[in-house]
């Protein structure tokens, strides 16, 4: 697997839920070391306002491996949800 593989995979079930309408945007950046580690980031904003930040460093050499993550989840008044 490739990163740009687990990348595709993560955009298309982004894509799919924003067609139930669940997600109001949705928007991904990466920063790829190389074809196999990089960094993924993202934002998705829900019909409710609220909203959805994750960061994934991930490697994918030899299976998919998250050496790091975070996700922070806040209401439409930018209260913390959960992190």
């Known amino acids: 697997m ?3 593989d687990y ?3 993560l955009t298309e079930t982004m894509n799919e839920y924003a067609q139930t309408g669940l997600i109001q945007s949705s928007e991904i950046s990466t920063a790829f ?3 196999k580690i990089g960094l993924i980031q993202g934002r998705m ?4 306002g609220s909203t959805l930040l994750f960061k994934e460093y991930v490697d994918v050499r030899y299976r998919l491996d998250k050496k790091a993550y975070s996700f922070h989840y806040q209401d439409r008044q930018a209260t913390l949800r959960f992190r």
């Open 2 to 4: 490739f990163l740009k």
């Open 7 to 9: 990348l595709a995979d």
């Open 33 to 35: 070391r190389n074809e």
């Open 45 to 48: 904003v829900f019909v409710d």
